[in-house]
């Protein structure tokens, strides 16, 4: 659903994604701990060997157990004495780290900045190592996330049609149905954990159904999204087989509903059945195209949403100043505040941390910063929207702020093609919780949360909650009365 996603989480177990180091506990997002100390050894990777020239400050360590808790600190730090930064990744990698809001902004437009890994300049250490793990074996490159205009504009335009505000808005009563049903699971026992029973199965399940996977092959792709997105820790490798199990399902897919489609499209043709026409009737599809377009729409199209609801349900926990006026504003019936503060809590604590891997193809210069060819960029979303050079007081959380051109979902040609869906699930899911549970609370210190964290997606392993219990809630339909859905 966006041009960005987590593509190189490891297959160790209990690592933050994209970090190679564990995911540890420390103080929660936005209070300011030191990131810098205290990380285990050979776990984190400093922004520089001593400090850069003229600052006289040390740099502080990155990708440690503290800066997965809370990146804010470093970030702040990077953004005042070396807004584009050179960095030896954990993987690695060597790549720059663009912080400033405006240098950002610039690198997510500059078209001299390519998302083809073919222009990645790699040493023989590094192969492979910006990608998802076995996409390259599953044939499964050749995505938004990977490629330039004119193949990028051509697939894009494609895949548009599934993601206008009239599709979407159409959309509505099944996303409402689907966190009706997830609450419901666990509504009446008081208790839940709202990544593995809410945030993780809801958007999960919303994109299976506009992708047009059958209902019940839809647990399958939970389990390997699961595994994916690495909840906890799992088996080394299960991340590529995972990959290659989607790639397998996706093939078999196509190739069904190319068998099955009728002449004519009929009225909300799922996604799948749209990309399959447009290969058969002169878009030059290829099938592999088709393949890594659906995993990626489904791989992209969860991940992001899951840290939003998690990241946001979280903040509103520790902000309960902020919390009571969003529960205030919904029961008036009021919808202004819920709208404005999906977007803070997107540029507060985001679900992307970095936009995924750019590689630039000629020499450039960012912030002042000369550039070589080859060179990896990472533009840091999460640092870029608490630059208080473009939002005033931004490390303080206000759901009512008005300015707020976040880069959360991105800028330019590859912003987040379906953020018109993950605003939907977003407002739906905060907005129900609230209202059906309304004293929702934490079941668990914030010192004790565990972030997967890491390079390029940012959320939460586990968001334990406690309530009083709520009977299910119950639907009346048109034709049969009432029934619990």
Known sequence: MTDQLNPDTPDGPDAPAGTGAPAGTGSPAGTGASAAAGSPAGTGASAEAGSPAGTGAPAPELFTWEFAADPYPAYAWLREHAPVHRTKLPSGVDAWLVTRYADAKQALADQRLSKNPAHHDEPAHAKGKTGIPGERKAELMTHLLNIDPPDHTRLRRLVSKAFTPRRVAEFTSRVQELTDQLIDGFAERGSADLIHEFAFPLPIYAICDMLGVPREDQDDFRDW?????????????????????????????????????????????????????????????????????????????????????????????????????????????????????????????????????????????????????????????????????????????????????????????????????????????????????????????????????????????????????????????????????
Request: proline share 7%.
């Open 225 to 485: 999204a699961g595994m994916m997105i690495r909840h906890g820790g799992g088996p080394r490798g299960g991340v590529a087989r995972s990959v290659k199990k989607m790639r397998g399902y996706l093939a078999e897919l196509i190739h069904r509903k190319r068998q099955a489609l009728p002449a004519e499209p009929a009225p909300g043709e799922d996604l799948i059945s749209a990309l399959i026409r447009a290969s058969d009737h002169g878009e030059h599809l290829t099938e592999n195209e088709a393949a890594a377009m659906a995993f990626i729409l489904l791989f992209a199209g969860f991940e992001t949403t899951v840290n939003l609801i998690g990241n946001g349900t979280y903040a509103l926990l520790t902000h309960p100043g902020q919390r009571e006026r969003l529960q205030r504003s919904l029961a008036a019936g009021e919808r202004d505040l819920l709208e404005t503060g999906v977007e803070e809590l997107l540029r507060y604590d985001g679900p992307v941390e970095l936009a995924t891997w750019r590689f630039a193809t000629v020499p450039l210069t960012i912030g002042g910063q000369d550039i070589a060819a080859g060179d990896p960029v990472l533009v840091v979303l999460a640092a870029a929207d608490r630059d208080p050079e473009r939002f005033a007081d931004p490390d303080v959380l206000d759901l009512s702020r008005r300015d707020n051109q976040h880069l959360g979902y991105g800028h330019g040609i590859h912003y987040c093609l379906g953020a018109p869906l993950a605003r939907l699930e977003g407002q739906t899911a905060l907005a129900t919780l609230l209202t059906r549970l309304p004293d929702l609370r934490l079941a668990a210190d914030p010192a004790d949360l565990r972030w997967r964290g890491g390079l390029i997606m940012r959320g939460l392993r586990t968001l334990p909650v406690a309530f009083t219990p709520a009977p299910p809630a119950v639907c009346r339909s048109e034709d049969d009365g009432p029934s619990v859905m």
